[in-house]
Nanobody, 124 residues
Framework: QVQLVESGGGLVQAGGSLRLSCAAS????????MGWFRQAPGKEREFVAA????????YFADSVKGRFTISRDNAKNTVYLQMNSLKPEDTAVYYC?????????????????WGQGTQVTVSS
């Protein structure tokens, strides 16, 4: 069974940092693009960051650019989202996902796999 399992969420004060992890199991994802999305209460799910299969290319939503970084360890089948300078508006459930295609990752009509999400709450 293929699974993506997020961890590392929690409650943090504004200005603080969190590191989310997404551990994949069931097959290797070393050839897949991977990304992070988030969904705040009452809002649609939105793109946060994406990384290509090798980790050599990344891109971010404007709202998190300069504050968040995405990385991956293919040996561990894991992708990470380092979140710094967190703001209350970053509060959301964060989901990782994976897809064989990296092109226009933020706007793909569907993705091959999704995790179940992890809650991030930033207090002011």
């Amino acid at each position: 069974q293929v699974q993506l399992v997020e961890s590392g969420g929690g409650l943090v004060q504004a200005g603080g940092s969190l590191r989310l992890s997404c551990a994949a199991s069931g097959r290797t994802f070393s050839g897949d693009a991977m990304g992070w999305f988030r969904q705040a209460p009452g809002k649609e799910r939105e793109f946060v960051a994406a990384i290509n299969w090798s980790g050599g290319s990344t891109y971010f939503a404007d709202s998190v650019k300069g504050r968040f970084t995405i990385s991956r360890d293919n040996a561990k089948n894991t992708v990470y989202l380092q979140m710094n300078s967190l703001k209350p508006e970053d509060t959301a459930v964060y989901y990782c996902n994976a897809d064989k295609f990296y092109s226009d990752y933020a706007n793909r009509p569907r993705y091959d796999y999704w995790g179940q999400g992890t809650q991030v709450t930033v207090s002011s």
